[in-house]
């Protein structure tokens, strides 16, 4: 259920449920941790592990934690975010 919503996936502009939450490994988790808790048929979960790559990782254990929300603007796409970033290293490169 949450890898086919964030797998190559602008987490900034393409997935909902991180609309407004800065997506890091941290705050991913949590979110993460708020889709699956319910989810499981029998049990409870007991941590959620994240890596960003091998040596980097997150454990979290659902503990109550406070996520700060900012303004998103709609408007803006991932594809209009991934020209301007395009075209920010094409300036570079020239």
């Known amino acids: 259920e949450i890898i086919e ?3 190559h996936k602008h987490l900034n502009y393409d997935v909902d449920f ?3 939450i800065i997506p890091t490994a941290e705050n991913v988790a949590v979110m993460f941790w708020q889709i699956l808790e319910n989810k499981l048929p029998s049990g409870k979960l007991h941590s959620l592990k994240l890596f960003e790559s091998e040596n ?3 454990e979290y254990f659902g503990d109550p934690v406070k996520i700060k929300r900012f303004a998103v603007n709609h408007e803006r ?3 209009e975010h991934n ?3 395009n075209a920010q290293e094409m300036a570079v490169l020239v």
């Open 5 to 7: 919503k964030v797998d």
């Open 18 to 20: 991180l609309q407004g």
């Open 56 to 58: 980097n990782f997150v």
């Open 83 to 85: 020209e301007e970033h």
């Open 77 to 79: 796409s991932a594809q």
